[in-house]
């Protein structure tokens, strides 16, 4: 083992040489005499690190997984997976993210820099265990320190800023498994026209294919593709179309053809394209961690860039195999070996495990190879090893080429695999979790975590992708996913359909009013996104990495969103109200509709325990002390959004500022210094408020004032700007 220490103080510990994950950005490492915090025994191919926990430690992170904020009491695998069950048993669902922190007396950040399958024990055989058990010899292992907010900041400076998508994909989107042809994409668009309701993107899942081929477009189900792009492009709707990571083997398909000639697939042990089955039936993978498949890969997206298409979704890059040749063979055999037999029980559950178990099997995984690029020579690496990478890198593929079209433009993407260091080239979808409301929980806790890994364009299929959801399920999602970056209803073939109007009146009000409030609040969801990338914080934060209380350190469904709010959603059937837990005196905001704020339906809420009733159609958020939130007149697009009609809604016991970020929204000028920020300060002189607005945005016009002081009493304030006028007041 060799130790060095980066400038800022991330040690890092090298054991052998680990295959290149291209995770994390170059450092100035020197060589340490630091000794590694926990025990690491090291045999042939396997790498047991323990560290011992205390009774009281909290550990966060492993991103997207099952359970809770606090990660201990369950064991968890990170091995990317196509699991539609995301019951809490399972120990690996999509993403592999590998940084974890230990809270505490001393406070202990690890990231293990390691391509394949790493089993994290935490607390749950030996509850003051951690054991984490990694399936090879060839590691690094970061170890950060500090505060809470310090950890996972010198560890997302380490992985580089994230994935920034275009302003729009913090509109409502709606997806569903499919809509099934060009008619049906139309009636939908004119769905939300019909029912006046806010929306800026509609998906296409597989069925748009040509028999589920990538890159191609159903000529009978789509025959004017190109005409239906333009005609949503004159709506401001985007078309979001699907690319999954299987390609069809079928002669004469371009796609095919090439990668076969090139040898631009992942081949088997004797060297030929390995033969998976996904949706289209046989499939090849291609090698995306081959610089040059990598590159021809990617640059397929660019016809669709061509016609119009700005973002896709990528799925089924685990990868997910339904079945390999050899696997299928394998269990038709050994069906067909009992028949006629007087089976033992041991042998019926062989029969039936057999054909479960095709799917998604290690021995497929272990018999593909990759050239994987190496300091620009070739390696020949068996997938298993490296299996964590692949939807990072097919995900990439798409970005890198996106880049190589356009480099200025910010194209929208999303991934279902994923690995840390990806959240730099795309956003992710939570994957296949059901209508079920112990998922909206899920969707709360797991939003922390993917953040500490980078991922903070993220989000769940709002109203649950599998089984049908009920009117109350939906509202009550949304009232959590209102918040969340990506907001997209989605559910599968065979669901009870969920957009937003499919319900009853009521429901389609209430879905109305959410979604009209979750446009008003982009340009505080904006500016907190910007600046959490740009400082390398949180948008998400458990309690506890602001108060310090032993209960804040307990609290698993409450959430701090930027730097201003709290959000204490309800997930619970039938319920008329929660339990929230209020670390210091906060003013409550119950929100019902956007023009409803003129009641001023703020309230002072003291520290402590409080049952706050809310009815199905109140959602509640809790501003801070001494902190603003900005709203926006909501639009039925985000660009059509101004900063003409601002309200700005301030607890105020002494002075607040709050600065709001703005820029073009399509391009990367911002890093450029491109970007508008107008700052807002509210000094409370006892008698009355003092207010302040510097702003180089010229946009800003009429703002409302709602401040609320320590007694609980709202003054409402109205400053005007004009175009000429002086950009402060
Ligand atoms: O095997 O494309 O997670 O969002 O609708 C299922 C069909 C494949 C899984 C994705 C889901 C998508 C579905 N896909």
Redesign the pocket.
């Known amino acids: 083992m060799k130790a060095f220490i980066s400038p800022n103080g991330v040690k890092k510990f090298s054991f052998g040489k680990v295959l290149p994950t291209e995770t994390i950005l170059e450092s100035d490492y020197t060589l340490d005499e630091s000794l590694f915090y926990g025990d690491v025994i090291k045999s042939q191919d396997k790498t047991q690190i323990t560290l011992e926990l205390r009774e009281e430690d909290i550990v966060y992170g492993l991103g997207q997984n099952v359970r809770g904020i606090n990660k201990r009491g369950h064991i968890y695998e990170a091995f990317c997976s ?1 699991d ?1 069950n995301h019951t809490p048993d399972k120990k690996s669902l999509y993403g592999a993210h590998n940084f974890l922190i230990i809270y505490g007396e001393k406070n202990l950040g690890i990231y293990i820099d390691f391509p394949g399958k790493i089993t994290y024990d935490v607390g749950f055989t030996d509850s003051n265990l951690l054991d984490i058990v990694v399936e090879g010899s060839n590691l690094d292992i970061y170890q950060f320190e500090g505060s809470l907010k310090e950890i996972v900041n010198k560890f997302r400076r380490m992985i580089g800023p994230s994935y920034v998508p275009p302003k729009w994909a913090f509109g409502y989107q709606q997806c569903r ?1 499919s809509y099934e042809d060009q008619s049906k994409v139309k009636e939908i668009a004119s769905g939300f026209e019909k029912y006046d309701i806010p929306v800026d993107a509609i998906y296409l ?2 069925d748009y294919m040509e028999d589920y081929k990538d890159f191609t477009v159903s000529k009978e189900r789509f025959p004017d593709f190109e005409a239906l792009i333009s005609e949503l492009k004159e709506k401001d709707i985007k078309l979001i179309p ?1 690319i ?1 990571a299987g390609v069809k083997i079928e002669d004469g398909y371009a796609v095919y053809e090439e990668g076969v000639a090139q040898n631009y697939f992942l081949n088997d042990k004797q060297g030929n394209p390995f033969v998976a089955a996904v ?1 289209p039936g046989k499939v090849h993978f291609p090698d995306v961690l081959n610089k040059e498949a990598r590159k021809w890969f990617g640059d397929q997206y660019h016809a669709f860039l061509k016609m119009g298409i700005e973002g896709f979704w990528n ?2 890059n685990e990868p ?1 195999i339904f079945y390999s040749e050899n696997g299928l063979k394998e269990a038709i055999d050994f069906v067909k070996n009992q028949e006629g037999k007087n089976l033992d029980v041991t042998t019926f559950f062989a029969l039936k495990d057999s054909i479960l178990n095709i799917s998604n099997a290690v021995k497929d995984y272990k018999s593909m190879y990759h050239r994987m690029t190496v300091d620009d020579g070739e390696v020949l690496v068996n997938h298993y090893d490296v299996h964590n990478l692949y939807g990072y890198n097919i995900t990439r593929a798409a970005d890198e080429g996106f880049k190589r079209y356009d480099n200025n433009k910010r194209f929208f993407l999303l991934t ?1 695999a994923s690995h840390i260091g990806m959240a730099k080239h795309s956003g992710i ?1 939570t ?2 979790n059901h209508s079920w409301w112990e998922h909206i929980k899920l969707n709360i806790q797991m939003m922390p975590s993917l953040g500490m890994a980078g991922f903070l364009y993220a989000g769940a ?1 709002t109203g649950g ?1 599998g089984f049908n959801a009920s009117a109350e399920l939906v509202v009550r999602w949304l009232e959590f996913s209102m918040f969340t970056p990506l907001l997209r209803n ?1 559910s ?1 073939m065979g669901t009870r359909v969920q957009e937003p109007w499919q319900f009853n009146e009521d429901t389609t009000k209430n879905l109305r009013n959410l979604i009209r409030m979750r446009y008003a609040l982009v340009p505080y969801l904006y500016s907190e996104f910007m600046k959490a990338n740009k400082d390398a914080n949180l948008l998400y934060a458990p309690l506890s990495f602001v108060y310090e209380d032993e209960q804040s350190k307990r609290v698993e469904d409450q959430l701090l969103l930027g730097d201003e709010i709290m959000i204490a959603p309800v997930y619970e059937q039938n319920a008329k109200g929660r339990y929230v837990y209020l670390p210091e005196d906060m003013v409550m905001y119950k929100i019902t509709s956007y023009e409803d704020l003129e009641k001023q339906p703020f309230e002072l809420i003291k520290a402590g325990h409080h049952y706050i009733p809310l009815e199905t159609h109140e959602t509640v958020i809790f501003i801070r002390k001494n902190r603003l939130l900005v709203l926006t007149k909501p639009q039925n697009r985000v660009k059509d959004l101004s900063n003409n009609e601002l309200v700005v809604i301030g607890y105020v016991e002494d002075s607040a500022t709050y600065q709001c970020y703005n820029d073009d929204g399509t391009s990367f000028n911002y890093r450029d210094g491109k970007y508008t920020e107008t700052n807002f300060k509210v000094n409370n002189k006892g008698s009355h408020f003092e207010v302040s607005v510097d702003t180089n945005d010229y946009s800003i016009g009429a703002i409302t004032f709602y401040l609320i002081d320590s007694l609980g009493n709202c003054k409402v304030m109205k400053q005007g700007l004009t175009q000429d006028q002086p950009r402060l007041v």
């Open positions: 196509d539609p498994w899942d597989i699907i999954d949706w799925d089924m997910a279902r979808w994957g296949d299929d992708f989605h599968a």
